[in-house]
Structure formats: structure tokens, C-alpha cells
């Protein structure tokens, strides 16, 4: 392995881990500014489920602040990731369990989301940024909080 692709698998593990790191503060804005401007999220859940898309970085910020702004708390935590690299552009799958705590009725409900991204990262200037990435949600659980 060249010292490039070394720095290049860093650079992109350290992109997922900002994703997640970002949600987590609720900045939504910098999150979006992680993809390419023309960048595609797509989610489902399940393997099977309907494939839903999101396109643009403007409609992604959007998305994310619906998702995490409304919550209580927000936490990520990320498993495995590998990736291909081929130059400029490259793929990924990466693991991650998100739980969003939301009031639902003055109770607070907690939502695990265990999470499969696979993703396409392309270098520009420099700098990785996620092109595409497909969420899928393998389990949702909700619960109450106890405290």
C-alpha cells in the first residue's frame, strides 16, 4: 500500500466519522457541505425497502436539520468501514448505530437506527467529499427512555 492510498483511507474514514460527529452537534449546514454539490442521498429501509432519494446539497441540509433538529439528543456511533480506491473516486461501506431521543407526548422516545451506508466519495481539490451514499436502515427500534 502507497503512502497516498494510506492518507487517502484516513481522509475518508475521517469523513464518516465527521458525518456522524456533525449530526451529533446538530449542524446539519456543515454535514451537507461533506458532499459534492450535486450530492445524492439515498435511504430505505431495509434492503428491500423503497429506495427514496435526496439530491443536491441545498435539499440534503434540509433533510438532515428535519431529521436532528427536532431532537433531544442525538448520538452516532460508527463500526467498520472499508473502502476502494480508484484515484479520485472511491467506495465505501460503512456501519453505524444512531439514536435519536425525541418528546413524544412529554415522554422521551428513543430511536436506535442500526444503519448500512454504501458510498461513493470523489476527490476534488484536494479534498474527499461523499457523492452518493444509500442509507439503509437494517433495525429500528423505539422505546421510552428510562431514566
Known amino acids: 500500500m502507497t503512502n497516498q492510498e494510506m492518507m487517502d483511507r484516513l ?6 466519522d465527521i458525518f456522524a460527529n456533525l449530526a451529533d452537534e446538530k449542524d446539519a449546514k ?3 457541505d461533506l458532499f459534492l454539490e450535486d450530492g445524492k442521498l439515498e435511504f430505505q429501509m431495509g434492503y428491500d425497502g423503497e429506495i427514496n432519494n435526496i439530491v443536491g446539497r441545498e435539499a440534503l441540509v434540509a433533510a438532515f436539520t428535519a431529521t436532528i433538529e427536532p431532537c433531544i439528543s442525538v448520538y452516532h456511533l460508527n463500526g467498520q468501514h472499508t473502502v476502494e480506491i480508484n484515484g479520485d473516486e472511491a467506495t465505501g461501506t460503512a456501519y453505524c448505530q444512531a439514536t435519536l ?11 436506535v437506527n442500526d444503519v448500512r451506508y454504501a458510498d461513493e466519495y470523489e476527490k476534488k481539490d484536494g479534498k474527499w467529499y461523499i457523492k452518493k451514499r444509500r442509507t439503509t436502515f437494517l433495525i429500528s427500534e423505539k422505546h421510552e427512555l428510562n431514566a
Open 101 to 111: 431521543v425525541n418528546d413524544v407526548e412529554g415522554k422521551s422516545i428513543v430511536t
Open 11 to 16: 481522509e475518508l474514514r475521517e469523513l464518516v
Open 30 to 32: 456543515s454535514q451537507g
